[in-house]
């Protein structure tokens, strides 16, 4: 598709930015990056954006002159109510979102996957069981590599698997997925949203411009409003789905499809990953035989309920990827031993009450980081035992003595990391180096 507006700005300056600006460039556009952060703090971005033969604005010279500008491809991680955006909205320039952008010119039709929880897992199993089935398809989205990196490849492709988050899903207008996944729904990014519900409707949005050609794989314990699609619903806590969990098997309209002790996932929560990704191979047309080997062969991430190792017969498991408190639930849940749980992070708007009575069930201590480490004890201080460390390898210190013989050390925060760390991955991998520079001859790596 031939751009016709002689410029084009791209709105942000990190991974999906960059893609959009390597996407519009390849198609002949004039590109000019914006980012209010400091030239200092993105160095290797105005690297890669100029080698592009992009050019770029940042910090206060992004707000500058926007005349000669049309259009402006918004990236995910800047906020719409942001000066930014808010500068080019009242210079009469056009925004669009960069999965529209990619949308637009994608050539195959697009499986979506959004949810709370259990996206970048489900959005890896579904790619899997393609590519395994000779159903050739690509990953991408919010999953990293960003839709528009990919999109050129969408010709040679029968499908393309995108993983969206609510950011991306803001600003879609003609976005149309022939599959879309909701996993689940649960309290997030109260930093961005006002409400609860702003939030939701963001997500909701994947469906509206589904049709009855179109199929919807839903989570039968979300109370959805109509949805113009084919629907499959799956739920792994109760008996009211398409696909259930019964006696550790995956069934379907009552006939068992797989069992969980035949995948190397564990917990209701990934049952119901699976029972996502089998949802989609049904709409696809995919026989069972086809789908269920590379679902069993799939291995999960790092950060997501990863066994880091045992020392004196306690086991370290980190899920650092649990940056809200359905996540932490949901690893709490899954875990039948005491556990002495690390958690705490950043402030994005939502309280720790509502998993009270589970940690005191479930924990015979917590140690709390991070700067809602206050509140968090606050809420729980009277139903468990709550210390405070100043930093993770503190913290998983603290851990240690307060572990007994078969516990479980679980660090599971329950928010963001961006108060003390650089994302997720970064505090997952601090977590593992802590836990192995324990003074301990008896660490077992897994």
């Known amino acids: 598709m031939q751009i016709n507006q002689p410029q084009i700005a791209v709105l942000g300056a990190g991974t999906s930015g960059i893609s959009a600006a390597r996407l519009l460039i390849a198609e002949g556009a004039s590109v000019c990056v914006y980012d209010s952060a400091e030239r200092s703090v993105l160095e290797r971005s105005v690297l890669e954006i100029e080698k592009l033969g992009a050019s770029i604005r940042c910090g206060p010279e992004a707000l500058g002159d926007v005349s000669g500008f049309s259009k402006a491809i918004l990236s995910p991680g800047i906020d719409p109510s942001s000066r930014l955006v808010q500068w080019f909205l ?37 790619d899997s069981m393609f590519n395994a089935a000779g159903t050739l398809s690509v990953a991408c ?4 590599p960003a839709f528009s990196e990919k999109v050129l490849q969408s010709s ?16 879609v207008r003609t976005f149309k997925p022939k599959i879309s996944v909701w996993l689940n729904f649960a309290p997030d990014h109260l930093d961005r949203y006002r409400s609860m519900e ?18 919807a794989i839903l989570n039968a314990r979300d109370l959805l409003p109509e949805i113009q699609a084919k629907r499959l619903f799956f739920n792994a806590y109760g008996r009211c789905g398409d696909f259930e969990l019964a006696e550790g098997s995956i069934c379907f309209r009552g006939n068992r499809i797989l069992k969980m002790s035949e995948t190397r996932l564990r917990g209701s929560h990934n049952a119901e990953n699976i029972m996502a990704a089998l949802g989609v191979g049904f709409a696809w047309g995919i026989n ?21 190792g045992e020392i004196d017969r306690v086991e370290y498991v980190n899920d650092s990827k649990a940056t809200n408190l359905d996540a932490l639930e949901k690893a709490l849940a899954t875990e039948s031993r005491r556990v002495v749980l690390i958690a705490g992070g950043k402030d994005k708007g939502f309280e720790f009450g509502s998993v009270t009575e589970l940690v005191a069930e479930r924990c015979r201590g917590v140690v709390l980081i991070g700067e809602m480490a206050d509140r968090i004890e606050g809420v729980w201080g ?13 913290a998983v210190s603290k851990a240690r003595e307060i572990a007994e013989s078969g516990d479980v050390v679980l660090f599971s925060p329950g928010t963001s990391s961006f108060d003390m760390f650089q994302n997720y991955a970064d505090r997952g991998n601090q977590f593992k180096a802590a836990v192995k520079t324990l003074s301990s001859h008896s660490f077992q790596p897994t």
């Open 141 to 144: 989205g919010n999953i990293g």
């Open 156 to 171: 040679q492709l029968a499908v393309m698997t995108v993983e969206v988050s609510s950011f991306q899903l803001e600003t």
């Open 90 to 126: 009242s210079a009469g320039v056009t925004l669009m979102g960069e999965l529209e952008l990619a949308f637009e010119r994608c050539k195959c039709p697009v499986v979506a996957i959004t949810g709370t929880n259990g996206k970048t897992t489900t959005t890896q199993l579904i």
């Open 198 to 215: 702003e939030y939701f409707d963001a997500k909701f949005r994947i469906f509206q411009n589904a049709t009855g050609e179109d199929w």
């Open 382 to 394: 009277g139903s468990v035992r709550c210390h405070k460390s100043s930093d993770l390898a503190a």
């Open 288 to 308: 069972w035989d086809n789908m269920l080997g590379a679902l069993c062969d799939y291995r999960p991430l790092p950060h997501r309920c990863e066994v880091v």
